[in-house]
């Protein structure tokens, strides 16, 4: 159970959109639609912001949205704020299990 | 209003057990599946196992196959963890979490508690 790969971190300035990457394999990211993306604050419990994919919960914001080509999903964050500086984790189903990726602190400059 | 609340945390030896307990309010509780998952000091997520609605279905990642023991008490709301044999790369803040969907097999977590910290140190 390989964690799912995304980039260590990503930056944008406010009102920017950034998009953060997170690749695993056809065992899980690609062979499943349970991919979900979450939000943690420092010394706080992550929150769900994507679930299936590209759906949003109920309370976050439309400026999150999801996506996925094979192997990739992705996470776009559109007019970046201030509070949106935070780690960010994938996951996906798989086997019976759940993968997270190691996780992606996002800046906001 | 979903809470959950895990307690049970603390400094433990190598090799030494604990059991963790998370107290679930505001849902249905036997209606969803339930997961721990952990958090090593400065490190990412990493999952660690779940349960189904009934009991009836456990799941664990490899480093926890064989020492954890996840379980579940419907009547009571609560959800459990029983850790032996812990080690060093064991310590790590452990939440638990309510599945989203009701179904039998984890996927996504709606809601979170706020962790509760295992030491396993000398």
């Known amino acids: 159970q390989s964690a799912l790969t995304q980039p260590a971190s990503v930056s944008g300035s406010p009102g920017q959109s950034i998009t953060i990457s997170c690749t695993g394999t056809s065992s899980d990211v690609g062979g499943y639609k349970s991919v979900a993306w979450y939000q943690q604050h420092p010394g706080k419990a992550p929150k769900l912001m994507i679930y299936d994919v590209s759906n949003r919960p109920s309370g976050v914001s439309n400026r999150f949205s999801g996506s996925k080509s094979g192997n990739t999903a992705s996470l776009t964050i559109s007019g970046l704020q201030a509070d949106d500086e935070a780690d960010y984790y994938c996951s996906s189903y798989t086997s019976s299990n759940v993968v997270f990726g190691g996780g992606t602190k996002v800046a906001v400059l | 209003e979903v809470q959950l609340l895990e307690s049970g945390g603390g400094l433990v030896q190598p090799g030494g057990s604990l059991r963790l307990s998370c107290a679930a309010s505001g849902f249905s509780f036997s209606s969803f599946a339930m997961t721990w998952v952990r958090q090593a000091p400065g490190k990412g997520l990493e999952w660690v196992s779940a349960i189904s609605g009934s009991g009836s279905t456990t799941f664990y990642t490899d480093s926890a196959k064989g020492r954890f023991t996840i379980s579940r008490d419907n009547s009571k709301n609560t959800l459990y963890v029983q850790m032996n044999s812990l080690r060093a790369e064991d310590t790590a803040v452990y939440y638990c979490?309510?599945?989203?969907?009701?179904?039998?097999?984890?996927?996504?977590?709606?809601?979170w508690g706020q962790g509760t910290l295992v030491t396993v140190s000398s």
């Open positions: 979490a309510k599945d989203r969907r009701r179904a039998a097999l984890p996927g996504d977590f709606d809601f």
